[in-house]
């Protein structure tokens, strides 16, 4: 388990140094090691641009967390400095921060126009839009942010309108990769521009930071057009059958291609779930997605068409308990049902972490009698991040004199360094850094510079920021429950006058537990009474004897820990 940022803040000792001239620092604050919540500054000459500010989903052992954010202390205190935040696209877990991050840093933020649509919405959402500036880019856009000229060049993602982003610095041209796929057959053919970053290679790329998601997986990510071939044909096969479609609302190509195969058959698109809503009225604007207003139906009116005649696109393909699809499972949707003549596709994969929600949701869509279909027995989804053949061609086009991979869990990170270093990169000039690190480059290289706390900062909805400390207790009660321990001390007398008593929560109830009670009560009242004896009568100190006794026992001899309560009560 990492620290939160309630932990000690690792501080170093290189912390308060300037970068010196000739050399560009980038401090890691998040998304290396995990997937989720990226972020990074890059500083030249005492000023700082930002590069994404994403959130992270909690793993389910992290009761209550509704959010992980990077820990924005060191920004905060460099605040000043601070010029931009660009955006490389839209996904969460690249823009998911910024509403806690700007409340304390307004900078003018840069993206793609639907980037910034997606952002400035949840912005909105959050109600924190209010004075800030964005500032869109155009594809291929050079433009002077803060001590450095940024370049947006278009990359194929999940995501329309994606960047990947070229720094010009005193320490040569940094390139960061974005989140990327080489798709040479997009959607809206508007591929990465690798004649580009080929330009940027002859030039001279002194630091390349690349996406690692897929660094592991050998062959090349499949076209987002094999998603639409494979959805035609299931449609084809069913064309009595009500198609529900479940995608993420940000996939605005694969939403087109649900609209595209929906309409061949002359099926009315239904939409479920806020977020595909919103999206889908934002990218028509954008004129990013097309489809006709006559083509949509309203979901109250979906029991006026055979279910041959409908096509139903939502929310949920992770499962999320609250969104479009877990409510379909469960029969609390309104205005519709699932059932024996429907046909569900999960068209996603789940993110690590969501395989046993999203299971739950596949079970309650059998439990009504609808078919399911998924990326496990159907080519129904495509990933959005280069794989091995990719992420070499991108290296060889951009031939950096230094590399960090960036974006990836760790062993993500190791393949996607041993990737590099095969393609003829000495290792000292590639390095594997984690959330927190910082790293210089200049004329002669690359090297550490130093590290700045960076754990996670844990939002639980209801009550705002949540440290390491209650989220342990919240592991041990579901774990283990809670044992209270009372009794009554006469503090004249030195004596016990009301006996020790457990009470238990979450815990082993029945008898075959009757002999584990027993010694603990035992155990308590030899150690309240050795106290005792000795003339001890405080409150405060016989709780913790109390706790302390019971607390090894359960630990040395049965192996269990339960939260630990006391309240000996001095008369
Ligand atoms: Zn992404
Ligand atoms: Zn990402």
């Known amino acids: 388990m990492r620290n939160s940022i309630a932990g000690p803040a690792k501080s170093s000792p290189r912390r308060k140094q300037p970068v010196a001239k000739g050399h560009v620092r980038v401090t890691f604050l998040g998304g290396l090691g995990e997937i989720g919540r990226n972020c990074a500054a890059i500083e030249q000459d005492g000023r700082i641009v930002v590069i994404d500010a994403g959130l992270m989903f909690p793993e389910p052992n992290m009761y209550g967390v509704d959010l992980i954010l990077p820990d924005f202390r060191w920004l905060i205190e460099r605040k000043d400095r601070v010029d931009a935040i660009v955006l490389t696209h839209g996904h969460e877990d690249h823009t998911g921060a910024l509403r806690y991050l700007v409340k304390d840093i307004n900078v003018p933020i840069y993206g793609s126009a639907l980037t910034l649509g997606f952002a400035r919405h949840r912005l909105s959402e959050a109600k924190v839009a209010k004075d800030l500036t964005f500032i869109e880019v155009a594809d291929g856009e050079r433009r002077r942010i803060g001590p450095f000229e940024v370049e947006f060049i278009p990359v194929t993602h999940s995501v329309p309108s994606a960047h990947a982003l070229a720094f010009r610095t005193s320490a040569g041209i940094v390139v960061h990769s974005g989140d990327f796929k080489l798709d040479l057959t997009p959607i809206d053919n508007r591929r990465t521009d690798v004649a580009r970053l080929a330009a940027l290679g002859d030039e001279g790329v002194s630091l390349l930071l690349c996406d690692s998601t897929n660094a592991e997986e050998p062959g090349f990510t499949a076209s987002e057009r094999s998603v639409g071939g494979a959805l035609r044909r299931l449609f084809l096969e069913r064309p009595e059958r009500r198609m529900v479609i479940a995608c993420f609302a940000s996939h605005i190509h694969r939403v087109q291609q649900i609209m595209d195969v929906a309409k061949e058959q002359n099926r009315k698109i239904v939409l479920m779930g806020r977020s595909m809503e919103a999206n889908v009225k934002l990218a028509r604007k954008l004129n990013i997605l097309r489809v006709d207003a006559a083509d949509l139906l309203d979901l109250e ?187 009554g001390v006469d503090a004249k007398q030195r004596k016990l006058v009301q006996p020790v008593r457990l009470t238990l929560r979450g815990w082993f109830e029945g008898e075959h537990d009757r002999g584990l009670l027993d010694a603990v009560t035992h155990e308590v009242r030899s150690a309240i009474e050795s106290e005792l004896k000795e003339g001890k009568v405080d409150a405060e100190a016989l709780n913790k004897v109390a706790q302390r006794a019971a607390g090894r026992l359960l630990g040395q001899k049965y192996r269990r820990q339960p939260v630990l309560m006391a309240a000996i009560v001095v008369l």
Not at 320 to 338: I, W
Not at 383 to 406: C, D, M, W, Y
Request: hydrophobic share 35%; glycine share 10%; net charge negative.
């Open 301 to 487: 009116n979906i029991d006026r068409y055979q279910p041959g005649e409908v096509c139903v696109i939502c929310t949920g393909s992770q499962g999320e308990p609250l969104a479009a699809l877990a409510k379909l499972s469960r029969g609390d949707a309104r205005y519709m049902k699932v059932g024996a003549d429907d046909t569900v596709v999960l068209s996603s994969h789940p993110i690590p972490g969501n395989e046993w929600t999203v299971g739950r949701v596949i079970d309650d869509l059998h439990r009504a009698a609808a078919e399911v279909i998924h990326s496990g027995n159907e080519p129904v989804h495509a990933s959005g991040h280069a794989r091995q053949g990719e992420l070499r061609t991108f290296h060889q086009l951009i031939r950096p004199k230094n590399f960090v991979p960036v974006h990836g869990e760790y062993r993500h990170m190791v393949h996607h360094a041993e990737l590099a270093t095969s393609m003829g990169l000495s290792p000292k000039h590639v390095l594997i850094c984690e959330d927190g690190d910082q790293i210089e480059v200049s004329a002669t290289g690359i090297k550490r510079a130093g590290q700045v706390p960076a754990g996670f900062h844990y939002i639980d909805g209801s009550a705002g920021d949540l440290d390491e400390r209650p989220l342990e207790e919240r592991r041990m009660l579901a774990e283990y429950g809670v044992l209270q321990i009372s009794a």
